[in-house]
C-alpha cells in the first residue's frame, strides 16, 4: 500500500522572475519519499532560488509548491520543524558553541526541560561524528569539515522528515569530502530522511543519490543517474561527458 504523501515535496507551475530575466518557467518536481535527490545545474539556473523557494524564502511569480502535503507560502509558518537545512556556509551562530548552536532549535520549538535538551543536542553531535570536546568549541574554533558536521547536527536536531543541503562538500579536501558522503549514506539509511541536495561534486553524485533533477533552459530533467547520463541535452552531456565525471561514473561504490 503506497504511503501517505509518497511525494513529500510537489512543485507544480514555478515561475521565477528578476526583471527581465526568466529563471524558471513552469517547473515541475515532485521529490519521493526516502529518495536521496541532487540538483544540479549551470551559473544562472537557479538552484538556490529554487531551494529558497521551497523554504519559504523567497515568494515565486506564479505555483504551487506543497511540502508534505502543505502549501508553502512566501515567509509563512509552514512544517518547518518537519525539515532540517545545512546551508553553504554552515551559518552556525559564532556567539555560541557548538553544543549551544545545536541545542538552540530544541529551546525554540520544545518546552523540554534543559537537562533533556543538552542531552538531545549532545546525541546529535555524536551523530554525526564529532565529540564533547567539539561540543564545547567555538564555530571558529573548528576546521571546515567540523563546521559542516557541527551545522549538520543542527539540522537534524528536530529530527526532521527532511534534510536539504546546500553544496555540503564545498571546500572540503577530498578525504573530508568522502568522509561527509559516507555520513550522509549513513543517516539517510537510518533516521528515514528524504534528502536533497544541491551540489557540483559529481563524486557525491555518484556515490550518494538515488536521482538527479537538472536545471536546463528555465526548466528541470529528472531522471536515475543511469537515465540522465544517456540524455541527449547539450548542457547534461557536457557535464557528464567531462573527465572528472566519467572517473566518479567508473569509481562509484554500488549502491545498496
Not at 529558497?52 to 515568494?59: A, C, K, T
Not at 508534505?68 to 509552514?78: A, C, F, K, M, S
Request: charge should be negative; charged fraction near 25%; glycine fraction near 10%.
Amino acid at each position: 500500500m503506497a504511503e501517505q504523501h509518497e511525494h513529500v515535496i510537489s512543485i507544480r507551475g514555478l515561475h521565477n522572475r528578476f526583471g527581465k530575466q526568466v529563471v524558471h518557467d513552469g517547473l515541475e518536481l515532485e521529490v519521493r519519499r526516502d529518495e536521496i535527490l541532487a540538483v544540479v545545474g549551470g551559473s544562472g539556473t537557479g538552484k538556490s532560488v529554487l531551494l529558497r523557494s521551497i523554504l519559504g524564502l523567497h515568494g515565486p511569480n506564479e505555483g504551487v509548491i506543497e511540502v508534505l502535503g502543505n502549501r508553502i507560502r512566501h515567509l509563512e509558518p509552514g512544517p518547518h520543524k518537519k525539515w532540517g537545512v545545512l546551508f553553504q556556509g554552515g551559518a552556525l551562530l559564532s556567539g555560541l558553541t557548538v553544543q549551544e548552536n545545536v541545542e538552540l532549535p530544541i529551546a525554540l520549538h520544545s518546552d523540554l526541560p534543559i537537562e533533556t535538551r543538552r542531552e538531545l543536542a549532545v546525541m546529535k553531535i555524536f551523530m554525526v561524528g564529532l565529540d564533547l570536546t567539539a561540543a564545547a568549541k567555538y564555530p571558529n574554533e573548528l576546521s571546515g569539515g567540523m563546521r559542516k558536521r557541527a551545522s549538520l547536527a543542527r539540522a537534524l536536531s528536530l529530527e526532521p522528515k527532511i534534510l536539504f543541503l546546500d553544496e555540503p562538500t564545498a571546500g572540503l579536501d577530498p578525504l573530508a569530502a568522502t568522509e561527509f558522503d559516507e555520513l550522509i549514506s549513513y543517516l539517510h539509511a537510518n533516521l528515514d530522511l528524504t534528502i536533497m541536495m544541491i551540489t557540483h561534486d559529481v563524486d557525491t553524485l555518484f556515490n550518494v543519490c538515488d536521482r538527479v533533477a537538472v536545471l536546463v533552459n528555465k526548466g528541470i530533467i529528472v531522471d536515475t543517474l543511469e537515465g540522465i547520463v544517456e540524455n541527449p541535452d547539450p548542457w547534461i552531456q557536457q557535464y557528464f561527458g567531462d573527465p572528472r565525471a566519467v572517473r566518479a561514473r567508473k569509481a562509484a561504490r554500488p549502491k545498496g
